[in-house]
């Protein structure tokens, strides 16, 4: 079966509703190719590695979660950007990228996905009064010792997960927000929760995890966020009977 480019890019404008978000990148279509789809390719990030294997597979759509053209970058069509764009203008793929709005999707989205992955009860936002709030807050069904939730996370994640010891034993109450959102740990804190997991940790993070009382999980940036992206294809593909393939490009941070 094929669906036409347009009313794909609708349907997921609609599912998602990006103009509710203010992000720091296009979301939706960034490059255009043929008019009908029939062969999804999704993955985290619009890489060349992606790209390429997108073509081997026969593409007609790549979806990512990281596309191109953020906010700060060089304006100027060179080097890697070149080469990224050739690629898709060459082989006709269309690159369609959500990014804020597919974190923040309450079924779709990288942080429910997580909360189902780490088998977590979703009870609100990380700015509860904030209905598009991107982090969650949750608890566990059982209080685990920080030892197992570590050990939980890490088989989840398929990866050695960094662990700054800062709160209590056992872990009960959780907050997480997927990628790089390690500032939001002193929201975690304040709404007095017990341990906090993000993608990726900076050096503030180290202190604020000590001196604020609340363990920290730096689970990958990658990582956290590969769910929801393949969460969104799949939709689609039952939606509109696509072709699926997901490409996990390996990115330890």
Avoid at 133 to 147: A, D, E, Y
Avoid at 148 to 175: C, K, S, Y
């Amino acid at each position: 079966m094929a669906v036409s480019l347009k009313q794909l890019v609708i349907y997921c404008n609609t599912l998602l509703t990006p103009e509710k978000y203010r992000d720091y990148c296009p979301n939706g279509l960034q490059v255009e190719g043929r008019g009908q789809v029939r062969r999804i390719v999704s993955g985290v990030t619009a890489s060349q590695a992606l790209l390429d294997r997108a073509v081997v597979l026969g593409a007609d759509l790549i979806l990512v979660h990281h596309g191109y053209f953020w906010k700060g970058e060089a304006e100027v069509i060179t080097g890697m950007k070149k080469r990224r764009l050739q690629t898709l203008l060459n082989h006709d793929i269309s690159l369609l990228a959500y990014h804020l709005p597919l974190d923040g999707h309450p079924q779709l989205g990288n942080n429910a996905c997580l909360a189902d992955k780490l088998g977590l009860q979703i009870t609100g936002g990380l700015d509860p009064d904030n209905p598009l709030s991107i982090g969650l807050t949750g608890r566990l069904p059982s209080p685990l010792s920080v030892g197992d939730f570590n050990r939980q996370i890490t088989q989840v994640m398929g990866r050695e997960v960094l662990h700054i010891e800062g709160g209590p034993e056992p872990i009960e109450t959780v907050g997480w927000c997927t990628g790089a959102a390690q500032g939001y740990i002193e929201k975690a804190a304040d709404l007095g929760l017990d341990a906090f997991i993000s993608g990726e940790i900076s050096e503030p993070t180290v202190h604020s995890a000590r001196e604020l009382g609340i363990h920290y999980f730096a689970a990958g940036h990658h990582a956290t966020e590969r769910y929801g992206i393949q969460a969104l294809a799949e939709a689609l593909a039952q939606q509109f009977d696509l072709e699926h393939h997901f490409v996990d490009i390996d990115n330890p941070v």
